[in-house]
């Protein structure tokens, strides 16, 4: 497996990382757990050291999850998790980022774990009722007592970035980005190519529908969040199809599958990009994997952007309501 370094941090991780997320989280029936704890041991077999959870995943469970599956290898694998939500007795279930929220998210974080310190922790998404340099400041005291090694932010805005990056060192950002979400290209990869700050992008094949496997007859089961997604609606499904169509032209000639090229893609955009595909599937895992040496050329990336200039993705990727907590 390929290694990359986020930003300028010095933090290492495999070239493709796993999220861990739908492992018990947001995709219907909750797989069987030891199955689970199997598929990461053998990602961290196959030379993955990148593993993605949070609080919220569950809530609480996928962290116990992670933290056992990952138990043996303690450091030989950086493990990323986030903080940000009121959860646990009598909380709201809304966004939470105060100080004492943080310090108590941290230290329930580190005991689910089974972990000395944090590799990387995120603020899930950016609380409007906390200044984000009481938040940095936060984490900034957390790292200077051994509980937290890195700090990061997912779904910031650009100004959100150099705010928090100011007052303590931001390794990474994770937000989507996926050939069908490219509006990180506007301002947030600016900033973090400006600053030194690596780039995570979740959802890194659009949950699933750039392997080409979903289609407008696919049926979700309940509990799979997709289901609630503007752009998994039946008739964005098909109207979203040429993407799939324009993957596969390029699989054939690469000798590859669309998943392979979407990942290859991310991957080909710049060197401190590190994406976080989830599955729980070993097949899957194994096809993730083959991205990473998969080499696109600057022609091939020339005809994949003129391509997409002509496909206009239909739907939108969340709800009102939860598109809101994004990009502050």
Not at 280 to 307: F, P, V
Request: hydrophobic share 40%; proline share 5%.
């Amino acid at each position: 497996m390929q290694m990359r370094i986020l930003g300028s941090s010095g933090l290492e991780v495999s070239a493709i990382g796993l999220g861990c997320m739908g492992m018990n989280h947001h995709r219907g029936v909750v797989p069987d757990k030891g199955e689970m704890i199997a598929l990461i041991r053998t990602a961290v077999e196959r030379g993955v050291t990148f593993f993605d959870t949070a609080e919220v995943y569950g809530p609480f469970t996928n962290e116990f999850l992670v933290g056992e599956a990952l138990e043996p290898f303690k450091g030989r694998v950086v493990i990323a998790t986030k903080f940000g939500f009121d959860l646990g007795p009598g909380g709201s279930g809304g966004l939470n980022s105060r100080p004492e929220r943080i310090r108590q998210v941290a230290e329930e974080s580190l005991r689910r774990l089974r972990v000395d310190a944090i590799d990387l922790v995120y603020q899930h998404r950016v609380d409007p009722a906390v200044r984000i340099e009481e938040v940095a400041g936060t984490v900034k005291d957390l790292i200077a007592a051994g509980k937290v090694k890195h700090f990061g932010l997912s779904e910031p805005s650009a100004g959100t970035i150099r705010r928090a990056h100011a007052v303590q060192r931001v390794t990474a950002i994770q937000n989507e980005y996926s050939l069908w979400w490219r509006r990180p290209e506007e301002e947030v990869l600016p900033a973090c190519e400006e600053l030194g700050i690596g780039f995570v992008p979740y959802s890194p094949l659009g949950r699933g529908f750039l392997t080409g496997s979903i289609d407008e007859t696919t049926t979700f089961i309940s509990g799979d969040n997709r289901s609630t997604l503007p752009r998994f609606t039946a008739d964005a499904r098909k109207a979203n199809r040429p993407l799939i169509e324009l993957l596969e032209r390029i699989g054939r000639a690469k000798g590859a599958t669309p998943a392979q090229i979407a990942l290859a893609w991310l991957l080909a955009q710049r060197p401190w990009i590190a994406p976080i595909p989830g599955t729980t599937k070993l097949h899957r895992l194994d096809e993730n994997l083959g991205a990473a040496s998969i080499e696109l050329t600057s022609d091939d990336l020339q005809q994949i952007g003129d391509e997409l200039s002509k496909i206009a993705v239909e739907g939108d990727r969340y709800p009102q309501e939860v598109e809101a907590l994004t990009n502050r």
